[in-house]
């Protein structure tokens, strides 16, 4: 239950966000689950198919899975629980509407909550969503209003930058998520590509290198440019591929000043269209007040 005088706004989400578990039951955010299906076994990411279980079973599969929106009724139980422990207000912050149709669901869904709901396509996915959320989360918690908490995702989303780098743009290909042209093109070349997310939530190649070591570079390097010679909050996602997350870590030191640094696995649904082994980052800039 909100404690008397708590904020009165409640912040939803869902696991696209890739958020580890344990800060997730910290924070008390409610996050509605996506799902996986492989062959014709379909799970529920987070629910019934651990992160971990996800990319061990997507190593030995034959078969590439597929994901699916939540299932109505997830979200209508987050939205019932909000109102039952007495919140006015729900910022409901979901991934970008280009590449899911989560966010269009969940409008569906607040229309008959019985709390007032605000749905978000934060126009983001992964890492990117998961600082979106936690900037709401701070500023519900410290009492903002319903147009306080969104600002906040919504800076998130328009001054942060989201990188990615895979082994293979099949994945994406065969999810639907890239062009047949972008994959095709990286394939032949065998290169290691930077994805990115566009301002309009889509994902695109950046740039293409031809290595693990020269692709880290690249991207502590495009780190630092989104910086902005400012600090930054930082999160780092990976596929176990710990290494990696690692060399990236070891890279950006010196190279940017960094205020708070998260690092968490990629989650099954964000997981089947980026393959084994990919590593990203997300740089959100200090707002003025804080970098000053």
Do not use: N
Not at 117 to 127: A, M, Q, Y
Not at 195 to 219: F, I, K, M, Q, S
């Amino acid at each position: 239950m909100m404690a008397e005088g708590a904020a009165s706004v409640a912040v939803v989400t869902d696991s696209t966000c890739d958020l580890p578990p344990s800060l997730i039951d910290e924070l008390g955010l409610r996050v509605v689950p996506l799902s996986v299906t492989f062959g014709d076994e379909t799970l529920i990411a987070g629910v019934e198919l651990s992160t971990r279980a996800f990319h061990e079973r997507l190593r030995t599969s034959e078969v590439l899975p597929t994901t699916s929106q939540p299932a109505p009724a997830w979200f209508e139980e987050a939205y019932a629980d909000c109102a039952d422990d007495g919140y006015t207000h729900v910022v409901s912050l979901h991934c970008s509407a280009a590449l899911s149709g989560t966010a269009a669901l969940a409008r569906d869904r607040a229309r008959r909550a019985p709390v007032d709901v605000e749905v978000v396509d934060t126009r983001l996915v992964g890492g990117a969503l998961g600082a979106a959320a936690l900037a709401a989360h701070r500023v519900a918690e410290a009492g903002g209003d319903r147009a306080a908490v969104v600002a906040a995702a919504e800076r998130v989303r328009s001054t942060s930058s989201s990188l990615i780098v895979v082994d293979t743009l099949d994945h994406l290909r065969r999810g639907g998520r890239l062009t047949g042209t972008q994959a095709a093109i990286g394939t032949a070349l065998k290169v290691k590509p930077i994805l990115h997310l566009t301002a309009d939530g889509r994902v695109e190649v950046r740039e293409r290198t031809r290595t693990w070591r020269r692709a880290t570079e690249r991207v502590a390097a495009l780190a630092a440019e989104a910086a902005g010679g400012v600090p930054v909050d930082i999160v780092v996602t990976h596929a176990l591929a710990d290494e990696r997350a690692a060399a990236l870590g070891d890279a950006l030191e010196g190279t940017v000043e960094i205020r708070t640094h998260l690092e968490t696995l990629i989650g099954p649904v964000v997981g089947t269209h980026v393959g084994p082994g990919a590593v990203g980052i997300v740089v959100v800039p200090a707002p003025p007040e804080a970098a000053g």
